[in-house]
């Protein structure tokens, strides 16, 4: 089992910045990919960031590309997602997630394992 914890969340004005923290615990995550993703009132989920553990490979969405950045800290067993230019539209709770086998990491059916997520509110 993997336990993940998101903190870092808050309410900003636009073009502020956040950064947004996940910590695992539990089982070795060391093979992961770890995944951000967010969910707006009444709208799906939907994938922000991933990066894999090993290697680092990163990918984001459109929407955030150039805003965004995720990061790791092997050593702390964290991952953060730093937010840049806050728009409203990024309004929304964001998760972590993190999958032992992901081919697609830009799908939440991908992901084995979920944090509770934090709020993020950008206002105008």
């Known amino acids: 089992q993997v336990q993940l914890v998101e903190s870092g969340g808050g309410l900003v004005q636009a073009g502020g910045s956040l950064r947004l923290s996940c910590v695992s615990s539990g089982r070795t995550v060391s093979n992961y990919v770890m995944g951000w993703f967010r969910q707006a009132p009444g709208k799906e989920r939907e994938f922000v960031s991933s990066i894999r553990w090993s290697g680092g490979i990163k990918h984001y969405a459109d929407s955030v590309m150039g805003r965004f950045t995720i990061s790791r800290d092997n050593a702390k067993n964290t991952v953060f997602l730093q937010m840049n230019r806050l728009k409203p539209e990024d309004t929304a709770v964001y998760y972590c997630?993190?999958?032992?086998?992901?081919?697609?990491?830009?799908?939440?059916?991908?992901?084995?394992?979920w944090g509770q997520g934090t709020q993020v509110t950008v206002s105008s």
């Open positions: 997630a993190a999958g032992g086998a992901v081919t697609s990491p830009t799908r939440a059916y991908a992901y084995d394992y």
